[in-house]
């Protein structure tokens, strides 16, 4: 299991950022994935899930209105488009293959190497 995240980097408080996660080595349409985020000095924390087919989808309650979740099964990548971004959605952004396809909240220990998302003026 590989797994790739991009698409980071410094954006200015209410801007968009959208992150993109290439997997390979599992067959991606059968798994759900998820995004999570570690700020400095913080636990690692669940941003958005998003189930197999694209059916079903969560979301923390700190990005409900302006973080969406989608895949591209044929592609097999993981997408996390961040809207209106604010100065505490600062952190190292990860995707995670998850362990079922479409229970969403049970991992596999596979993860990114992570992205780094800075909101700064």
């Known amino acids: 299991v590989q797994l790739v995240e991009s698409g980071g980097g410094l954006v200015q408080p209410g801007g968009s950022l959208r992150l993109s996660c290439a997997a390979s080595?599992?067959?991606?349409?059968?798994?759900?994935m998820s995004w999570f985020r570690q700020a400095p000095g913080k636990e690692r924390e669940l941003v958005a899930a998003?189930?197999?087919?694209?059916?079903?989808?969560n979301f923390a309650d700190s990005v409900k209105g302006r973080f969406t979740i989608s895949r591209d099964n044929a592609k097999m990548t993981v997408y996390l488009q961040m809207n209106s971004l604010k100065p505490e959605d600062t952190a190292v952004y990860y995707c995670r293959k998850n362990r079922f396809a479409s229970y969403l909240g049970s991992y596999d220990n596979y993860w990114g190497q992570g992205t780094q998302v800075t909101v700064s003026s």
């Open positions: 998003i189930s197999n087919t694209g059916g079903s989808t």
């Open positions: 080595g599992f067959t991606f349409s059968s798994y759900a």
